[in-house]
Nanobody, 123 residues
């Protein structure tokens, strides 16, 4: 069973940048890695995913052109670079992994989850 641990969250001013890292307990080259977030009172929502079978990245429109997902299979990590952050990006950010190939944007499609890391953007 894959264990995921997120790090890098914190407080950042609007317009600034933050980099989140997801460290996996085993090799990630056969897992699609995803990032989700959940704001208070809202459902967990998809942000980005990086597939393992074709090595492509996909984004939600709300973060496209501002956030970048990357993966390093040698280090068993998946990062989320957040640029030009906005107050509405404030949420707990979760890393997730699935052995299913292809694009996965729904919470039930991921078998493994981290504990989350808080990101707060001040205006």
């Amino acid at each position: 069973q894959v264990q995921l641990v997120e790090s890098g969250g914190g407080l950042v001013q609007a317009g600034g940048s933050l980099r989140l890292t997801c460290a996996a307990s085993e090799r990630t080259f056969r897992y699609t890695m995803g990032w989700f977030r959940q704001a208070p009172g809202k459902e967990r929502e998809f942000i980005a995913t990086f597939t393992w079978n074709d090595n492509n990245a996909y984004y939600d429109d709300s973060v496209k052109d501002r956030f970048t997902i990357s993966r390093d299979n040698a280090k068993n990590t998946a990062d989320l670079q957040m640029n030009s952050v906005k107050p509405e990006d404030t949420a707990v950010y979760y890393c997730a992994a699935t052995a299913r190939p292809g694009v996965r944007k729904l919470v039930p499609q991921y078998e493994y989850w981290g504990q989350g890391t808080q990101v707060t953007v001040s205006s």
